[in-house]
C-alpha cells in the first residue's frame, strides 16, 4: 500500500466522520452510514461520497483542501457526532484532505463488495460504522465485517469476531480471524469466508 492509498482511505474515514456522520448525528441522532453502488451515504441524511467527491444540499464538491471549506461548499457544519465514541479520526475540521480518485474506487469497491457478501449471513442491512470505517453486521454473538484497512491492519481485509474469543486454527487474530482482501476473487469468496467462521464460531 503507498502513501496514496493510505493518505486516501483516511480522507474518505475523515470526510465520512466529519461530513456525513456528524451532522446526521445532530439532526437525526444516528451515525449509522450505508454503503450504496456508487460509494457511501448516511442512513438518515442524503449527503453521499461518491468516488473522491462528496454531494451535500447546495452541491458537489471535491474531497480536496480544508475540511471547513469542503463543507461550506455543500452546505453543511463540520464535525464528528459528540459523546458517542471516543475512537475517532483525529481529523479537525481545519485539517485538509488530499483524495486521490483512483485509490477512493478502490476502497469503495471493496466496501461493496463486502456489503454484498454480509447480506448473505441473513443478519439484516450491513452499517458502515464511522468509528472504524468497516461495514460489518452482528449475528449470534459474532461480528462480520470488510475493512479497507487500520492501525492492526494496513491492508483491506475482511474479518469474523466473536465477541468471545475462539482458539484454534482458524482463529489468526487477537480478536478473530481476517482475511486479507487479495486472497478473495470476489463477493462469493468473502461470503465463504463469513460462512466458514460462523461455523468455526459455532462449534465451540
Do not use: C, K
Amino acid at each position: 500500500m503507498n502513501a496514496n492509498s493510505i493518505s486516501t482511505r483516511r480522507g474518505l474515514h475523515a470526510a465520512a466522520e466529519l461530513l456525513i456522520a456528524g451532522p446526521q448525528y445532530r439532526e437525526h441522532g444516528t451515525i449509522r452510514l450505508r454503503v450504496t453502488p456508487e460509494g457511501i451515504e448516511g442512513a438518515r441524511s442524503p449527503i453521499r461520497i461518491v468516488g473522491a467527491e462528496i454531494i451535500g444540499p447546495r452541491g458537489r464538491a471535491a474531497l480536496t483542501g480544508s475540511i471547513r471549506e469542503i463543507a461550506a461548499a455543500i452546505g453543511v457544519e463540520a464535525g464528528a457526532p459528540v459523546g458517542v465514541y471516543a475512537d475517532t479520526t483525529d481529523f479537525g475540521v481545519d485539517d485538509s484532505l488530499d483524495v486521490d480518485a483512483a485509490a477512493a474506487r478502490a476502497v469503495l469497491h471493496w466496501f461493496a463488495v463486502g456489503d454484498d457478501a454480509l447480506r448473505t449471513l441473513g443478519a439484516g442491512a450491513p452499517v458502515l460504522w464511522p468509528e472504524h470505517f468497516d461495514v460489518a453486521v452482528s449475528l449470534d454473538e459474532v461480528n462480520y465485517g470488510v475493512s479497507p484497512g487500520d492501525s492492526f491492519h494496513a491492508l483491506p481485509y475482511a474479518y469474523v469476531g466473536p465477541w468471545t474469543v475462539r482458539t484454534g486454527g482458524f482463529w489468526n487474530a487477537p480478536f478473530g480471524a481476517v482475511r486479507s482482501a487479495t486472497e478473495f476473487a470476489d463477493a462469493d469468496g468473502v461470503a465463504a469466508f463469513f460462512l466458514e467462521g460462523r461455523d468455526a464460531a459455532h462449534a465451540q
